[in-house]
């Protein structure tokens, strides 16, 4: 993957227009990401219903391209999936995003599950880079988990 | 080396002296490298003397009476007075090898700061400063109570010296100060801040990473008490500084880490220090860096500072006037005295995103808040995109970035 392609159309469309970019209020869970080395930071926020199910999901704040795309699609990707769902997603696209899954070659289904945010793949070769479409997803996850404050240091 | 008569240098020698400059980066690409505020590249004769050190040396300091201990001690001791000719300090003893700047800050705020002030006491610092010359003083206020203040700065990046002098007062033990600010490259009026200190009995600290590599420092002429640089941003490796203080100052000062090499003699009931400057430098130093230090300053004194100024100056203007042609780009940092350091911020692209762009065409710069993030909330951004030049870089190097950010204005668009 060449810079080009990690900058790919998308990602830069995901940028200058994010989806979801708005606070939900009340919440029933919200985590604030940041990251000390970059400056990024960001608010995620859910409604989950009682049965687990992820009813609608935001996201606010300042970052790079590559994070607030990624905080964009993810947002995208999990709104109505279940809780244990999304749990799920999130260990698929890390894996991706640190070079351990290769969701094309993947035998485990990794490849519909992860549909559009495969254009993630290649950033595994930038590692300064990894953390910042990784921020979203550990701020989801720490919402899930009720930690109000997550720094990826 | 050749140095033509009009002050310019032999860019092919002198580029010929660092072996990274043929380097292929990301994509096979020629490495353009404008991050030289981050660290500098090594010449090959700081190269030779560290290997020769490990190769042939490699024996301990002040203790072995076999000849390559011996070697190893005169080189290093050597090392101390090509600092001391460099910065052109009184004796040796007042010349401490550090870790770097950052560990040089650290040891005089523990020593020095937790032996002379006491609560209320004020240090007094810059809004431009790097990390390292703020955090050592917020855990000083932590064991003292001391009360730090900060001098502001105007919208060019320049110290309002009117407010500076207005925050000194009969408290103010210490103004701790960054001679030239690595993310803005603003020089400041060092000898005007050393004058106001004086006036009022404080001492003054200059933070000189970023300067000893592109101007002569003469501490005895400034008259400030204590100067610090590293050596890595000075074309020698990582893991060696220096700490500059006036020897009375230092003599006064407890020594901040114990252990072998600062004892005139232990006993478990009492042990003696050593002198100046061993006493200050518990432990086996890092020699190979020492040393390597002193070939970079010797490499250095061989161009001058005449030729590197020539340079510098005229990258810094070129750089400047393209980078201030793309559309939608501020620079951030215009003060009128400034060394060859060029942040800037594009409309909607991050700096992370700008500086892997970059990457991809093989310019190396450093994206980010560079350790100066209450800097970057005065400017109320999150980060700059910093080229950074030194004399082995070249017109066509600062075309490169320009072309490399117009690009990344491309895709951006």
Redesign the interface.
């Known amino acids: 993957m ?3 392609d ?2 790919q159309q998308v990602i ?1 469309e995901h940028h ?1 227009k994010p989806r979801n970019f708005r606070k939900i209020e009340p919440a029933t869970h919200q985590a604030e990401g940041f990251n000390p ?5 960001l608010w995620v926020y859910l409604n989950i219903s009682a049965s687990g199910l992820i009813d609608d999901i935001s996201f606010l704040g ?5 994070s607030k795309a990624s905080a964009s699609m993810m947002t995208q990707s999990l709104k109505g999936k279940t809780v244990t769902e999304a749990r799920a997603i999130f260990v698929d696209f890390h894996k991706m995003v640190t070079g351990q899954l290769n969701p094309d070659d993947d035998t485990g289904g990794s490849e519909r599950i992860l549909a559009r945010l495969k254009v993630f793949s290649g950033i595994w070769k ?1 590692p ?2 990894v953390k ?1 479409a990784a921020l979203g997803w550990h701020t989801m996850t720490g919402a899930l988990a009720n930690e109000t404050t997550i720094s990826t240091e | 080396m050749k140095i033509f008569s009009e002050g310019l240098l032999d860019m092919a020698a002198i580029r010929n002296d660092f072996p990274i400059l043929s380097r292929k980066v ?2 096979g690409k020629g490495l353009i490298y404008l991050d030289n505020a981050a660290t500098t590249l090594k010449p090959r004769a700081v190269l030779d003397a560290v290997y020769q050190h490990y190769a042939n040396g490699a024996s301990n300091i002040h203790r072995g009476v076999h000849f390559l201990s011996e070697e190893a001690t005169r080189q290093y001791e050597n090392a101390r007075e090509t600092v001391r000719r460099f910065i052109n300090a009184r004796d040796t003893s007042e010349v401490i090898f550090t870790s770097g700047t950052t560990s040089a800050i650290n040891l005089v705020a523990k020593s020095w700061g937790e032996k002379n002030l006491k609560a209320g006491d004020e240090v007094l610092i810059t809004h431009m400063e790097h990390h390292a010359n703020i955090v050592p003083w917020q855990m000083l206020r932590e064991v003292t109570g001391c009360i730090l203040k900060v001098a502001p700065i105007n919208d060019r990046g320049e110290l309002i010296m009117e407010e500076l002098e207005a925050l000194i007062t009969p408290r103010t033990k210490l103004i701790s100060v960054v001679y030239t600010s690595n993310s803005l490259g603003t020089i400041n009026p060092v000898r005007d801040i050393i004058d106001f200190a004086k006036k009022h009995g404080a001492k003054v600290l200059l933070d000189a990473a970023q300067t000893v590599a592109h101007e002569k420092v003469d501490v005895q002429k400034l008259d400030c008490d204590f100067l610090v640089f590293s050596g890595h941003k000075l074309f020698a490796t990582s893991g060696v500084g220096v700490l500059y203080g006036k020897r009375e100052i230092l003599e006064a000062m407890p020594p901040l880490m114990g252990g072998g090499d600062m004892i005139k003699s232990v006993t478990f009931e009492k042990t003696t220090y050593a002198e100046l400057p061993a006493r200050l430098e518990a432990g086996t130093p890092a020699i190979g860096g020492a040393i390597g230090l002193g070939a970079a300053i010797e490499y250095i004194e061989k161009i001058g500072f005449a030729a590197i100024s020539v340079q510098e100056n005229d990258l810094l203007t070129y750089a400047t006037k393209l980078i201030s042609d793309l559309p939608s780009v501020r620079i951030i940092g215009t003060a009128a005295k400034k060394a060859a350091i060029l942040s800037f911020v594009v409309e ?6 700008m500086g ?2 970059l ?2 065409e093989g310019v190396a710069v450093r ?3 560079h350790c100066t ?1 209450p800097l ?1 909330s005065r400017f109320k951004i ?2 700059t995109t910093r080229a950074s030049f030194s004399f082995y870089n070249t017109r066509g190097d600062a075309d490169a970035l320009v072309l490399a950010v117009r690009k990344a204005i491309e ?2 668009s």
Do not use: E, N, W
């Open positions: 060449s810079t080009q990690l900058y830069i200058k080395l970059c400056g990024d930071h300042d970052g790079c391209a590559i930038f300064a880079r910042c | 990301r994509d909607d692209i991050h700096p992370h995103d892997t762009l990457d991809a994206g980010g808040h993030q970057m999150p980060a895709v951006f």
